[in-house]
């Protein structure tokens, strides 16, 4: 059953008449509907009557009509109105343009533009280097997508994109103090997003792709890479990927196995699942079998694109042809980058003594949680609602500010391999445990050791 969330937390102004009993009617109300009631405070009072905001949290959309139906049911109620936080954060967006010297006087002016800027420009035409150090080239992400595979919802185009990109804009500034900007392209051709990608590459240090589809997201990434001389990274890959080993790593130190000899299954071969198995090879791994919607990949088996062809022939050394649940038996370790719901808990009771499950689809993973918690070791999702959150957010922010201090030119398997640990790393042992195998979002020492590990391994630090 779906919990009360803060992603749908809403407001209502509640007319009740000027009484306590009123007041707690009304909470008691919103309460029976099944919201979390998070506060109570009078908007407006009178000698008749008052004016009641009632925050809750809630489980969709339909929840908070309920709500207030609920409440206009009760005599001497009524609901004026009623917000959604969540629509509220994003009016106008959630991100801004700002000074970082201040333009208050004709000497400022002159410096900052005309005829002052100038000199700037001319010793950057002299000396193009002079960009990284002169422009804001030095700090500046473009997040570009198309809009075609957005997480959880799907291809719904570049507009709708946008809340996501400025999301994601806002994470790189909060975590890692890097200038992001959304790039949301009208177009799903791969040769005009390379061309416009290329053509707007002067201004930025580095470029994230995010939710391009698969396999278009390889060759446009695996293009630019070659083609640009700033760093191109497709967080839905490597991002996911990377937090993916980090919290692998802590999991197997909780459950005293070896990466090299434990038996991993990976149910999705899409744009993470790719990434996770060629970095989990790269860290050691030597036991994986790959699942696709047709089953398991294995050597000689044709394939519909060089990606999966890549992993049919590097992985499934046994040839294993069952279906994913026969796969499971006697595996050590799942990780599921597919779709919600395919695998239940008596899935996992097949699973080898002291089994990792890493149920990753959202918003609704491929096994419940707390079903994979009665026979598993550790559990991981990607949701903020369970013990150990697979997050992005603990990849990318530090990894670009590694990237843009140290002007690393591209991005190797290696240093994702190094990033990983350092984000491993920032669990101590003394800390690790089967429901804390990787670090919180907001611990701010997690994009620094990433940002560290990144300048470390471009020999910048």
């Not at 994003?90 to 002159?110: F, N």
């Not at 050691?284 to 394939?303: C, K, N, W, Y």
């Not at 670090?439 to 910048?460: K, L, M, N």
Request: net charge negative; proline share 5%; glycine share 8%.
């Amino acid at each position: 059953m779906a919990l009360p969330s803060p992603s749908y937390t809403i407001t209502l102004r509640v007319q009740v008449p000027a009484s306590q009993r009123a007041s707690s009617t009304v909470v008691a109300a919103v309460a029976d509907t099944g919201a979390a009631v998070t506060g109570v405070d009078i908007a407006h009072s009178t000698s008749h009557g008052l004016v009641v905001d009632v925050t809750c949290d809630t489980v969709d959309a339909e929840h908070g009509e309920r709500v207030a139906a609920a409440l206009e049911e009760l005599e001497g109620v009524h609901v004026l109105k009623w917000s959604d936080s969540t629509f509220l954060l994003h009016l106008g967006g959630k991100i801004e343009v700002a000074l970082k010297s201040p333009i208050k006087t004709r000497r400022d002016l002159s410096r900052a533009y005309t005829p002052g800027v100038a000199r700037v420009c001319t010793a950057i035409a002299d000396n193009p280097d002079d960009a990284r150090r002169l422009t804001i080239k030095r700090n500046t992400v473009a997040v570009v997508t198309d809009g075609t595979a957005v997480l959880g919802l799907g291809d719904i185009g570049p507009a709708a994109a946008l809340p996501v990109m400025e999301g994601k804009a806002a994470l790189f500034k909060q975590f890692a103090g890097v200038d992001a900007w959304p790039v949301c392209l009208d177009t799903t051709d791969t040769d005009e997003i390379v061309a416009i990608v290329k053509a707007i590459a002067p201004v930025y240090g580095g470029v994230n792709l995010e939710d391009i589809a698969a396999p278009r997201c390889f060759e446009i990434e695996a293009r630019l890479r070659a083609e640009l001389d700033i760093p191109v990274f497709h967080d839905d890959q490597h991002g996911t990927a990377i937090v993916v080993l980090a919290a692998l790593v802590n999991a197997l130190k909780v459950v005293g196995k070896d990466i090299s000899r434990v038996r991993i299954v990976v149910s999705g071969v899409g744009a993470a699942g790719n990434a996770i198995v060629r970095l989990l090879r790269a860290q050691g791994a030597e036991h994986i079998v790959a699942f696709g919607r047709t089953g398991a990949l294995r050597p000689g088996a044709p394939q519909d694109d060089p990606h999966r062809t890549w992993i049919a022939e590097h992985t499934n050394p046994e040839g294993f042809t069952g279906t994913l649940r026969e796969g499971l038996v006697g595996a050590d370790v799942f990780v599921g980058v597919s779709a919600g719901d395919i695998l239940t808990g008596a899935d996992v009771a097949r699973m080898a003594d002291d089994a990792i499950v890493f149920a990753l689809a959202n918003p609704t993973p491929e096994v419940d949680p707390v079903e994979a918690s009665e026979h598993a070791a550790v559990v991981a999702t990607g949701r903020s609602d369970h013990p150990n959150q697979i997050n992005n957010v603990l990849a990318f922010p530090g990894l670009f500010r590694g990237l843009l201090d140290s002007g690393a030119t591209e991005i190797t398997d290696e240093l994702m391999r190094v990033a990983a640990l350092a984000i491993a790393g920032v669990v101590a042992d003394d800390e690790l445990n089967s429901a804390f195998v990787i670090p919180g979002v907001f611990d701010h020492r997690v994009a620094e050791a990433v940002a560290e590990a990144v300048r470390t391994v471009t020999g910048q630090d």
